[in-house]
């Protein structure tokens, strides 16, 4: 009774923070301006459903009635599914309910607003695809062309991310995949496989009930929003899958170890070329190291996964681009866009309001169990891998590099705390289920999200 009495008022709590989040930007009070230092304006700049990246507009489409299936069977009958299925057909059903789920979202929008266009717009990747002719020039200059206001500076999305965020759509490009459909299908696939990568790690770490428990809750959780068109998705995804190999490596037998800690490492290493704010991702592979079974454990993974962590730093060394030169710009580049017009008054706190959109008041449910101490023992590894992606995600914050968007953009971390809904209690997992989906459904039907 005490445990439910707590995820009432965090879940209420949230709600609240919501609502003020969603209330302040219209207050053209005395006192409000004066506390966001700025003026309801400048909150509003390019997030006009602050704090939401996008635009009010009541909107169904093809994809309501699928979404509306898919959400409503999820919660009906995902949970006793997931409990009878063989394990291995586990992961795999999640995935393809999560790829499905996040489709269907994104087709409330359509198909051209909603998927194909939306990583054609003047800012996104593809936009700077067709200017690179020499891929080994355009590494050696990269660091040069990231500060704004010059003849041949990169495009935002691209100036504001590692050399492997545009290498991945120039090599889809250069295989005949152009243009945004299959840049989305890349998205969409890899952003949602992260659902899986997330009940194995679970699995690994603290059990099949775990797993099994948190696979509806990834399944549709409310990121799928973002992460169908976005390539946050797809950073996700590849993060999720070097923390699962990290959780197995620490788990496994000797020679297992030693080809997972591996391959999380190249994963993890790739990743931080891709989003520099993916550094923030040692947090949860911390978390996963701590949750091993002994040191020996934790240094056999340890050690493969750091050498070929440097083993990707080293290749893009030897190609000409330093990773910490592209940090040191790219906060520079920052300052010089609308970054300088948001009042970190306002997205100090209201960053966390759009995280409570895009994991439900379910998923804030379970993180208030995750502070439990009653609850750990037995299955400390998904408590610890939840209190690691929250701090990535405070961290974030502290670092004032995330005035907005964070919706989409803190994805790498926000996926893994929607696995905090298996630490609900049972009877009450189908409820707060229920209330992550049609969160979800709201949200994608009274907003056009940018992403």
Known sequence: MKSARREIVAAVLAVVLVAAAFAVPHLNLGIVTPLINSTPRQVQMFAEAAPIFGWWDA??????????AIGLGTTLWGPAVARRLPWRA???????????????????????????????????????????????????????RILDFQPDSWITHVSGHPP?????????DRIGLSGGAWAGLLCLLVGSSASAAIVVALRALSGAEIARSAAPFVAVAPTAIWIAVSADGYFAGVAAWGLALLALAVRG?????????????????????????????????????????????ALRALVPAVVAALAVVGVFALAGFWWFDGYVLVQERYWQGIAKNRPFQYWAWANFASVVCAVGLGTVAGVSRAFDLKLVKGRSGVHLLILGALLATVCADLSMLSKAEVERIWLPYTIWLTAAGALLPPRSQRWWLGLNVIGALALNHLILTNW
């Not at 489409?61 to 509306?68: E, F, L, N, Q, V």
């Not at 492997?164 to 889809?172: N, S």
């Not at 931080?272 to 911390?286: D, E, H, M, S, T």
Request: charged letters at 10%; aromatic letters at 12%.
């Open 59 to 68: 909107h169904v489409g093809w994809g309501t009635i699928p979404a509306i």
């Open 90 to 144: 586990v992961p795999l059903v999640t995935w393809a309910t999560a790829c499905a789920w996040a489709f269907a979202l994104a087709m409330v929008d359509g198909w051209s607003l909603g998927f194909a266009r939306r990583l054609e717009t003047s800012n996104e990747y593809l936009r700077q695809v067709p200017s690179v002719t020499d891929i080994p020039y355009a590494l050696r200059s990269f660091s040069s």
């Open 164 to 172: 492997g965020a545009l290498l991945t759509f120039v090599w889809l």
């Open 253 to 297: 037998t000797t020679r297992l170890s030693l080809l997972a800690g591996a391959g999380a490492g190249l994963l993890l290493g790739w990743g931080i070329f891709l989003n520099y704010g993916l550094g923030l991702i040692a947090l949860p592979a911390v978390a996963v190291l701590i949750a091993a079974k002994d040191v020996r454990s």
